[in-house]
């Protein structure tokens, strides 16, 4: 048991980790375009059109994925920032910097998806609604985080200041999480809950799954490739990636 812990422990330098990484890119990438295949067929050709909202619902395969991402790449950004900052380790900084700018994408899809799908259902494409107003506010967290690690030129001041940020921004996740059931928004419940029964029919519901794990797959995927570009930049000093360098006859 002892030895397996190690074997995994050894993967948290970024000379190990990258060669790890750079093998399970192509898996996550396949399956991203897999699960996309999938569930777009599903969302788009298979489910039934609702009854309320017509075919303009469909924008929610989208945006629901997006939004769940959102926040959820939030966390696991901030969860990587805070172990940076607690076990000082350096590839915990390295993700968490990687995370940052997908986890924004996410946050920036959620909030136009739900502005075209919000148009025709409330007649607006903004309103300064509680759950929106919060998705907002982590959108400038991820851009915060993103500008104030490049304000600064040290990389593990950097990685510090950023993890402060980002353990500070947790709070307004379950803000937007619970804010239609704190506040009364415009925003329609959730319609997919761990406890109650889902409010839609199961194609709808298989469709958004889906959907959910082909973003996800596809967050690994591009967070992978982009540690090991971070990981190239950083440790450009070491003669491991001297000689990573030199065996791709890559100029030192």
Do not use: C
Not at 206 to 230: C, E, H, P
């Amino acid at each position: 048991m002892n030895n397996k812990l190690v074997n995994w422990f050894k993967f948290g330098s970024p000379q190990s980790f990258y060669p790890l990484a750079g093998k399970m890119i192509p898996w996550f990438w396949a399956l991203a375009v897999v699960f996309g295949i999938i569930g777009l067929w599903i969302s788009f050709f298979v489910a039934p059109t609702d009854f309320q909202q017509g075919e303009g619902y469909r924008i929610i395969f989208i945006h629901v994925p997006a939004a769940w991402m959102s926040m959820f790449l939030y966390i696991v950004m901030a969860t990587w920032a805070g172990l940076g900052l607690a076990l000082n380790t350096r590839l915990s900084g390295m993700m968490a910097q990687a995370i940052a700018p997908t986890g924004a994408l996410m946050a920036f899809l959620s909030l136009w998806t739900g502005a075209i799908w919000g148009k025709p259902m409330w007649g607006a494409w903004w309103v300064w609604d509680a759950r929106l107003t919060s998705a907002l506010i982590l959108f400038f967290l991820y851009i915060g985080f993103i500008a104030l690690q490049a304000a600064i030129d040290d990389a593990r001041r950097a990685d510090k200041a950023g993890a402060i940020l980002a353990l500070v921004g947790v709070v307004n996740v379950p803000i937007i999480y619970f804010s239609v059931k704190w506040w009364n928004t415009l925003h329609q419940g959730a319609s997919v809950s761990l406890t109650k029964a889902p409010a839609m029919a199961a194609t709808m519901l298989w469709g958004m799954l889906i959907m959910a794990l082909a973003f996800w797959m596809y967050s690994i995927a591009v967070t992978l490739m982009r540690v090991r570009a971070i990981i190239l930049e950083r440790e450009a000093h070491t003669e491991w990636v001297k000689n990573l360098s030199e065996i791709q006859g890559e100029p030192k």
